[in-house]
């Protein structure tokens, strides 16, 4: 795929990860439509990247629907980039009683059905599109974890909301098959994001030092260097790529 000129969602796409990929697509050439809740921040972004801001809570059927809107009218939307998401920590059973069930079914929403409702919402949108040379009308890439794999002590509820992300690539790049949509996902380590920087800097430290090699956080220059090799390599579909530094989660 070429980026140059085609339309772009990133989800999350004020802060972190999404905000790296959105600049990365924007420097490609692309127009890029960041949809987050933090309106202030998703507008600069927006501003300095020549993009738009949709103010979305990626769980919302018509939040969705108004970012493809927006997307599509802004030309050939040719790709998703799933990067919203939520990490709270609780243990099943703690101190003060059992894990709190909102928090339980709020992570679930935002980001496993919030990401597939973006999914669905996007492919269906693509699937209009005439299609490249190859075949293609759109790439889907979500954001998954090592916690899918490695969950660790009070991440119960994270730890299965992408793991759910993982379970459905596979199914969702054969839905989609017919209509030369690719799916992907990228399954982070360790990565320095404003969810990490709000952990006290020894805790930071320590993390870093635990990924075998590079034994760094990983950026959202890193995730967004994937994103751009997932747009342009056209075999690559139906697969969770762990972009983890070899790390291995322990559990605590």
């Given at each position: 795929?070429?980026?140059?000129?085609?339309?772009?969602?990133?989800?999350?796409?004020?802060?972190?990860?999404?905000?790296?990929?959105?600049?990365?697509?924007?420097?490609?050439?692309?127009?890029?439509?960041?949809?987050?809740?933090?309106?202030?921040?998703?507008?600069?972004?927006?501003?300095?990247?020549?993009?738009a801001?949709?103010k979305?809570?990626?769980?919302?059927?018509?939040?969705?629907?108004?970012?493809?809107?927006?997307?599509?009218?802004?030309?050939?939307?040719?790709?998703?980039?799933?990067?919203?998401?939520?990490?709270?920590?609780?243990?099943?059973?703690?101190?003060?009683?059992?894990?709190?069930?909102?928090?339980?079914?709020?992570?679930?929403?935002?980001?496993l059905?919030?990401?597939?409702?973006?999914?669905?919402?996007?492919?269906?949108?693509?699937s209009?599109?005439?299609?490249?040379?190859?075949?293609?009308?759109?790439?889907?890439?979500?954001?998954?974890?090592v916690?899918?794999?490695?969950?660790?002590?009070?991440?119960?509820?994270?730890?299965?909301?992408?793991?759910g992300?993982?379970?459905?690539?596979?199914p969702?790049?054969?839905?989609?098959?017919?209509?030369?949509?690719?799916?992907?996902?990228?399954?982070?380590?360790?990565?320095?994001?404003?969810?990490?920087?709000?952990?006290?800097?020894?805790?930071?430290?320590?993390l870093?030092?635990?990924?075998?090699?590079?034994?760094?956080?990983?950026?959202?220059?890193?995730?967004a260097k994937?994103?751009?090799?997932?747009?342009?390599?056209?075999?690559?579909?139906?697969?969770?790529?762990?972009?983890?530094g070899a790390?291995?989660?322990?559990?605590k």
């Amino acid at each position: 795929m070429q980026i140059k000129g085609k339309v772009f969602i990133v989800t999350g796409g004020a802060s972190g990860l999404g905000e790296g990929t959105a600049r990365m697509l924007a420097g490609e050439g692309a127009k890029v439509v960041i949809a987050d809740m933090q309106a202030d921040k998703g507008e600069a972004v927006a501003r300095e990247i020549g993009g738009a801001f949709m103010k979305c809570d990626v769980s919302s059927e018509a939040d969705g629907q108004a970012v493809v809107a927006k997307a599509t009218s802004l030309g050939k939307l040719a790709g998703l980039v799933n990067c919203a998401g939520i990490a709270p920590a609780e243990k099943t059973v703690g101190k003060n009683g059992p894990h709190r069930l909102d928090v339980y079914t709020r992570t679930i929403m935002v980001n496993l059905v919030g990401s597939f409702n973006m999914i669905r919402l996007a492919a269906d949108a693509m699937s209009r599109n005439e299609p490249e040379a190859t075949g293609e009308r759109g790439v889907l890439i979500s954001t998954a974890s090592v916690a899918a794999y490695d969950g660790q002590i009070g991440q119960a509820a994270y730890a299965a909301s992408k793991g759910g992300v993982v379970g459905m690539t596979l199914p969702i790049a054969r839905d989609l098959a017919r209509s030369g949509i690719r799916n992907m996902t990228i399954a982070p380590g360790i990565f320095g994001t404003p969810m990490l920087f709000g952990m006290p800097k020894e805790v930071q430290d320590a993390l870093a030092a635990g990924v075998p090699f590079p034994s760094r956080l990983g950026t959202p220059e890193d995730y967004a260097k994937l994103v751009r090799h997932i747009l342009e390599n056209d075999m690559l579909n139906g697969e969770v790529i762990r972009l983890d530094g070899a790390i291995r989660l322990a559990p605590k």
